[in-house]
């Protein structure tokens, strides 16, 4: 006969992702329904500069907003994080509370030097400007193209 018998083979279960950014995601949700806030924070502490963990971090800020006042302290007391990192944690987690306490973190003279790349880390950075209601001495915005600004003018609009 011209069937193969597969008798004595196990069947073996495969996941495969078609992004990362899936597999990303439910890394996050597993981190949030399986691990207590304490070994979640312990997870945002090793990682928070590992570049590898950043878009599973930043799923983990959406779903549980970054309520945990623990966890708060551990990332606003981080030397070596970069603000448009903060910022977008921020914007994920939609706790606006949180961004005035950022900015006096950041910068208690009120000067601001930010880095926007392109049109979503402008939306980001336009929340965090917008929500935190905090009086900024210098934001220099002059090399920001029309587009740029466009967006910008639209996300203070909705945050306003």
Not at 79 to 90: G, N, Q, R
Not at 110 to 118: P, Q
Not at 134 to 149: A, G
Request: net charge negative; aromatic share 12%.
């Amino acid at each position: 006969s011209g069937s193969k018998s597969f008798e004595g083979l196990e069947k073996k279960l495969s996941y495969q992702f078609t992004h990362l950014t899936v597999q990303e995601y439910l890394a996050a949700w597993h981190a949030h329904t399986k691990l207590s806030a304490e070994e979640q924070n312990k997870l945002f502490q090793e990682n928070l500069n590992d570049q590898r963990f950043r878009m599973m971090l930043l799923f983990l800020a959406g779903i549980t907003k970054l309520q945990d006042e623990q966890l708060q302290q551990q990332i606003f007391t981080k030397e070596e994080l970069d603000l448009d990192f903060l910022a977008h944690l921020l914007y994920e987690s939609q706790n606006a509370i949180l961004c005035p306490i950022l900015a006096n973190a950041v910068q208690e003279d009120g000067e601001l030097s930010l880095d926007f790349d392109d049109l979503f880390q402008c939306t980001v950075l336009t929340y965090f400007l917008s929500t935190c209601n905090y009086p900024w001495k210098l934001l220099e915005l002059s090399h920001l193209t029309d587009q740029k600004m466009q967006v910008m003018q639209q996300v203070s609009r909705e945050y306003a």
